[in-house]
Nanobody, 119 residues
């Protein structure tokens, strides 16, 4: 299992910014994709942003132009820079890492971090 530790959540006013971090434990396995999901109360978990290794980033329409996903591969860490936050961004945010050993693939999830946007 790849251990994922999230940080950076909190309470912010509308229009504010937060930066989430997710650090993956070092392993012998290769990371295929690093992603951020979120889940608001009573809602389905949705993909917010993803960063395929060697590929282009992708964003949900609701966050395009406001959120940026980035990676520090040397540190096995993925970040989510969130700007111009809106109340509808309030959710628990989860990082996800898809890994491979060359034979198969599996997903690991962070513990979740609460982001609350409120005045």
């Amino acid at each position: 299992q790849v251990q994922l530790v999230e940080s950076g959540g909190g309470l912010v006013q509308p229009g504010g910014s937060l930066r989430l971090s997710c650090a993956a434990s070092r392993s012998i396995f290769s990371i295929v994709v690093m992603s951020w999901y979120r889940q608001a109360p009573g809602e389905q978990r949705e993909l917010v942003a993803e960063s395929p290794t060697g590929g282009d980033t992708n964003y949900a329409d609701s966050v395009k132009g406001r959120f940026t996903i980035s990676r520090d591969n040397a540190k096995n860490t993925v970040y989510l820079q969130m700007n111009s936050l809106k109340p509808e961004d309030t959710a628990v945010y989860y990082c996800q890492v898809r890994s491979t050993n060359g034979l198969g693939y599996w997903d690991d999830w962070g513990q979740g971090t609460q982001v609350t946007v409120s005045s």
